[in-house]
Structures are given as C-alpha cells and as structure tokens.
C-alpha cells in the first residue's frame, strides 16, 4: 500500500509488546510497543535473543492499516518463539509508532538502529513513510522488508530495501486491464497530488487503459485532509465516464463517494489497495456499492490450505478474521525470519543477502519469490463492494496484464 502517506488493520501484542487500547473510534491510545530483551542496548543478537525492529502506524490518519500489519507480524513471531525461536533464540520485536507521519517515521527508524539495536527491520505500509526510514536502513546497513508500500521507488532505495507485496506499476496495470474487461470505454482519473501512490497508480492506469483502446476523459487532483470534491467531481462529471478512478485512501473514499452521488457521479469508482480497511464503509454508506478495487491476493474466501490455517491462527488470537494487510505483516515477519535462520552471520549484511535470495516461499499471500530489484512478483484480487463486505470479483496474474 504505497500510501506515499498513508495502504491496511488491526494488531495486538503480547509478550512482546503490549498495546492498550482505550475508547472508541477516535479515542486510541498506545502503550509500550516494546521490550528491550535479551542485554537490552548490547545488540540486536546476544546469546540467547534476536532483536528486531517494526514501525507502523499504530496511531494518526491511517492506524488501521498500521494496527492490522502490527498484529499480523506479533502473530508470526509468537508462532516462531513457539517452536523454539531461531536456532535456539528468542526473537525480540521492538516496535515504535510513527503516528502515521514520515518525519516520526525517520525518526523512530533511527531510534531503532541506534538506541535498540536491531538486526533488521519491517515497515511501513505507506510508501512515503517506508522511503524514510528505508534511506535510515540503507544508510546503516539493517535489511528492512515492508508488508505493503507499493511505490516503485521504495526499493530503488537501496540494497537492503525490500517488499513482499506487489508494486504500483502492477496494480494500476490491473485496474486499467479491468476497466477494459468490464467494457468501460471512458474512465476519468482523481488523484491525491499529496500522495506517491496515488499520483504513481494514475499515471500507469492512464498509460495501460490508453493502450488497451481507453479514452481518459478528465483528470483532477486532490489533496489528503481535503473535505470538499464537488468542483472536482463536477468538473469529471462532464466527460461523461464509465468510471472513476481514485487512487486514494480509505480516509478520503468515504466523503468522495458521497459527494460524487450528491453531483450526480453515479458510475462506479475504481480504487487500489488503500481503499482496504474496515473503515472505507461506514465513512461511505452505500455510496460505494458495487464499485471495485486491486487489492493483494488475499481474502477470506480463499480457500489455500496455508491461508486456511492462518485465518484460524489469527482469530483465535485476535478474535476476529484478518484483512490483507495483516497477512501481508505476517508474510513479511515470516519471510525475515526464514532469512535469519538461513543467514551465515545474524548482522545486517548476512541477513539481507538471505533475504535477497528467497525462493517460492510459501507465504499466505501466495508464493515469494524475492527478484533482483527487492521486488516480489505477485498475483492481485479484484474486490466488489456489497453491503458491508468485500467480495471477491476477479483474479489477475502479471502475466495477464503483460508483466
């Protein structure tokens, strides 16, 4: 989710960390996120721990993403601290929450690598974020996987940058391959200029549907914290489109959808994996019915084994099903994991170059398969909306959109 500020949950830790959780809907209080383990400020790896760093948006504008990769990552080290750790250690999370903003970000990065002392690092979900604290990570040689930023540029930071999610490029090439599956002739394109994501996700739809024979008739822009659309909506209204693309993010889908019915906009809206939280309805009602979006491949109704088996290790431990963002959190904790056992030295360099070569790992989000760029290849989901529920719609593979 390549929320250049923001892309999906909920979480909870345990022994590791503890989250307290204190009022409703806005009133979210986090406390502790962290324990030092092992020799505390010694290292990220001692006799008897591995110490390795999260950062996420427990708190500010897009804490539902943070919160469900958060509880998706507690989950998989829980699982390996079960089955004796690595190679007989215990492996520490200390996690620190940016408040969704990326100079927190940057900073909570450095705390990590300088005060902590991790061997490695997951995080963020918004691209914008993860590209701060990934320039922190190269600059000091700590691998950093993020579960969601789907920015292109996230992993051109550097060598020790990588992702286990699918990227812009491909998503956006998803939608536009859709809207033409669908007949759409005409789409027009809202933006949030603020956002990499959103302005990346544009320019690939646009250029892909355009290919494919599409017309894109208009294309505004917003700005993340507006609340007024209407003179943009109006102003996309005028080409008469098929649909509406916006590439934005669940915290403003709730009141473009509805001032796109109040001007008359009624066509569907298409949208990318940012649309993903449990809060994307209620802020919309039912003026999002029917419209669609990408999303990771990822769902409930999936019927994998391995998924399967996560969903119920997941409920059991937070009382209720997982969205994709917590899978995507799982994957990227498993997959670190997976390279740490495998690393011919637990430090940075040994650890990224582990990570750098795995192969079909057989993750719940499909199978990864870390390529040259730092980039997984990955399949996407299309989603309908209906009633409360995200339903699954149609499955792309990069080869059927040409990647």
Known sequence: MSYVQMRPKNRILRSICIVVFVGIATSLVITGCKNTGGNGT???????????????????????????????????VDEANAAGGINGKTITLVTEDDASKPDQAQSVVTKLITQDKVVAMLGEVASTRSKRGGSVCQQNNIPMITPSSTNPTVTQIGSNVFRVCFTDDFQGAVDAKFAHDQGYKKVAVF???????????????????????????????????????????????????????????????????????????????????????????????????????????????????????????????????PDALAALGYDAAKVLLDAIKRAKTVDGPGIRDAIADTKDFP?????????????????????????????????YTPEQVGQ
Do not use: C
């Open 191 to 321: 933006k949030d200029l603020k956002s990499d994501y959103s302005v990346g996700f544009s320019d690939v739809f646009a250029k892909e549907f355009t290919k494919l024979g599409g017309t894109i008739t208009n294309t505004q822009s917003y700005q993340s914290g507006d609340t007024d659309f209407k003179a943009q909506l109006n102003s996309l209204k005028t080409g008469a489109p098929d649909a509406v693309l916006v590439p934005g993010y669940y915290t403003e889908m709730g009141t473009i959808g509805r001032q796109a019915k109040d001007v008359g906009l009624n066509v569907p809206l298409l949208g990318g994996d940012g649309w993903d939280s449990p809060d994307l309805v209620p802020g919309a009602g039912t003026t999002l019915e029917g419209s669609f979006f990408a999303d990771h491949y990822f769902s409930v109704e999936l019927k994998e084994p391995a998924t399967k088996t996560f969903i119920e290790a997941f409920k059991a431990k937070n009382g209720k099903d």
């Open 42 to 76: 010694t290292g990220g790896a001692t006799s008897t721990t591995i110490k390795i760093g999260e950062y996420a948006s427990l708190t500010g504008d897009t804490a539902t993403f943070g919160l469900s990769t958060h509880q998706g990552i507690l989950l998989a």
């Open 363 to 395: 993750g719940v989000t499909g199978k990864i398969t870390i390529d040259t760029n730092r980039n997984a290849r990955k399949s996407a989901l299309i989603f309908q909306i209906k009633g409360k529920d995200f339903k699954v719609f149609k499955t």
